[in-house]
């Protein structure tokens, strides 16, 4: 008798590997056990409470199957049914407009809708009855499949939403989140950023990339910009309703601003500064990013990073300058100084100073 599970988890392989006589079959992807009485019997007290299929030939031949079979198309029935905790496109819409009358970001609309969505799948897959922990099995289930920290907080902060202002339940179980993982920011040096701008010719795609490391943008801000944004007498450059909703304003280096003013002349754009190929819409983010990747490949630089690096780049490099850290705050937006003073972890200004016990010796 074969045995298939439907998803890897640790645990249930811990399970099966207690029946006597099993063997894994890689090619095939299932375990075998012996097709005994006392084996099935084994099995089904291992596994109990779980959504098993049963093949309809073996669940004529075996009674104590038959049973298993029996349960698993009224659990199919009940979640065929219509119910509170149904997916569809009328919840969908209820999530939507809850989200925007709240002033969520267009992005995270979508990240949402899209994590709510494979949580159901996930739960229609297993075949889960609906309780108080579905939703820290499914958190346990996307740590198991290698799923980041923040991917796993994003679904959860979802599903809470989702729960609390779409179907008005109240949290009947803590939601337990996956620790925030520390990750160094990938930095370009001086000399890198020089490689990679002087690599690139072509005009607009040049601007981009100028205003995005001298003025520490983010993508999406860089794609937004209009002319009018740009005030060469001040050496200021506003960014509009950047990440949650804020305006400011940053630096605008003399080297870019020839730049875009070059570009300006040739191009000649009219309500975007960059404007995409589709009539009265900006460049899309993905455009500035393949713009990156190529200039990043001409440049012949093999580090794997994306156009984000030039942000972290201006404030690393701003802070290796001796620009107060609390100006480099405001000038990237960031709300609390936490967030600026990662960059301290990779500027090496003080390092440098540091003299090797090694090097005293000597």
């Known amino acids: 008798m074969a045995v298939k599970l439907q998803y890897f988890n640790q645990n249930d ?28 019997e084994h099995c089904l007290d291992l596994f109990q409470g779980y959504c098993m299929e049963v093949e309809p030939a073996l669940a004529e031949e075996c009674d104590m199957l038959q049973f298993r079979r ?13 119910s509170l905790f149904d ?23 979508k990240a949402y809708c899209g994590q709510l969505e494979r949580f159901y799948g996930y739960i229609r897959s297993t075949l889960e009855p609906w309780s108080d922990r579905t939703a820290q099995r499914y958190s346990l289930y996307l740590l198991e499949r290698q799923c980041s920290h923040a991917y796993v907080n994003q679904a959860i902060s979802a599903i809470k939403f989702y729960m609390r202002h779409v179907l008005n339940q109240k949290e009947s179980a803590p939601y337990v989140r996956p620790k925030k993982e520390k990750k160094l920011p990938p930095v370009l040096s001086q000399h890198e950023v020089k490689r990679l701008l002087e690599s690139v010719h072509n005009l607009k795609h040049k601007a981009i990339l100028y205003l995005t490391y001298s003025s520490g943008l983010r993508v999406g801000e860089v794609v937004r910009l209009r002319k009018q944004d740009l005030d060469h007498e001040r050496k200021t450059l506003w960014v509009r309703q950047g990440k949650g909703r804020k305006d400011r ?14 570009y300006c002349d040739h191009e000649k754009p009219e309500e975007w500064l960059f404007p995409g190929q589709m009539d009265r819409r900006h460049l899309t983010e993905r455009s500035a990013q393949k713009v990156f990747e190529h200039a990043l490949a ?58 090797s016990p090694l090097d005293q010796i000597y």
């Open 13 to 40: 392989v811990a399970k099966i590997r207690q029946v006597p006589g099993r063997k894994w079959i890689p090619e095939e992807a299932v375990w075998t056990v012996p097709y005994t009485l006392g084996v099935i």
């Open 87 to 109: 997916w569809h496109d009328e919840r969908k819409t209820q999530l939507k407009n809850e989200l925007v009358m709240r002033g969520y970001s267009s992005k995270t609309v």
């Open 249 to 262: 304003l940053t630096l605008l280096s003399e080297a870019a601003y020839e730049v875009v003013r070059a």
């Open 298 to 355: 001409s440049a012949g630089l093999t580090k794997k990073v994306s156009i984000h690096a030039l942000r972290h780049s201006f404030a690393t490099h701003l802070l290796e300058g001796g620009i107060d850290i609390r100006y480099i705050q405001e000038l990237l937006g960031h709300q609390s100084s936490r967030t600026t003073e990662r960059y301290t972890h990779v500027a090496v200004k003080d390092v440098r100073r540091i003299q």
């Open 70 to 82: 029996d349960d698993l198309e009224s659990t199919r029935a009940s979640l065929a049914t219509p």
